[in-house]
């Protein structure tokens, strides 16, 4: 296997971001992939946090947009080397008050900065939408069926059956809601993504291997025009008319 660390071609690259249904995997995926990349992973932690330090420091100063780069670059810094359960288990974001404005401001900013910085995997936090136009940017999506996260949940957080189906449902609800209502975006919209995959059969590490795949194509693509990128890239115009074959008709 190829090592992603010293691929000189990922190196075009800026960031990956990963949409997740609840409970699919997604976000093990995000960890798996940004440890096999050596890049750094963005989650919901770091945008509460950078959203705390906006907060705070709004009434202070107005160059906002100069702080949030230097906010997140000190942030992650600080974060790097951490023990993940460590830092689960002595942070109380979920207690500090965060203004719906001031989240929205510091998820724009923080996506925003995080890409510029980049070799960045970014989780969730509507990344697919704001960084869509960026070539250098790989999006995908992680899915499965109903019964398979609801088996994860189970398993990963320890709850019932009706409380992890609960949970899904309260979790795909809210992020559905988020995204619609900032974004006039739906996350099962395919043309968001690069790349869908289930985890219903394919294993975690199997789709890591198959993002970083993807990631080195899209990266030997960043200097092909636009006009020529496609399904129909290098294909010659059929011979004939194709054919139309109706389907029949039900009964």
Request: net charge negative; aromatic share 4%.
């Amino acid at each position: 296997m190829m090592s992603e660390r010293n691929d000189h071609q990922l190196e075009q690259m800026c960031a990956v971001t990963i949409s997740r249904e609840y409970g699919s995997g997604g976000g093990e995926i995000a960890k798996r992939l940004a440890t096999r990349l050596g890049w750094q992973l963005i989650d919901h932690d770091i945008v509460w946090r950078v959203a705390r330090e906006m907060n705070v420091s709004e009434g202070e100063s107005r160059a906002l947009d100069e702080q949030t780069e230097s906010l997140l670059v000190r942030i992650l810094n600080a974060m790097q080397g951490v023990d993940a359960p460590f830092m689960a288990a002595t942070s109380s974001l979920d207690s500090i008050a965060v203004s719906p404005r001031a989240y929205r401001e510091a998820l724009t900013k923080v996506v925003d900065a995080a890409a510029a910085r980049g070799h960045v995997v970014i989780v969730g936090r509507a990344s697919q939408v704001l960084l869509a136009a960026r070539r250098d940017v790989l999006h995908a999506r992680v899915v499965a069926s109903l019964e398979t996260r609801v088996t994860y949940v189970m398993n990963r957080e320890g709850l019932g059956r009706e409380q992890a189906i609960e949970r899904i449902q309260r979790k795909e609800h809210d992020r559905m809601h988020y995204l619609q209502s900032e974004f006039k975006q739906h996350p099962d919209n395919a043309h968001l993504y690069d790349l869908v995959v289930n985890t219903d059969v394919l294993a975690l590490n199997s789709i890591v291997s198959l993002l970083c795949d993807a990631l080195r194509y899209k990266a030997a693509q960043l200097s092909t025009p636009a006009d020529a990128l496609g399904p129909g890239a290098g294909l010659p115009q059929y011979p004939g008319q194709p054919g139309d074959f109706p389907l029949p008709e039900p009964h």
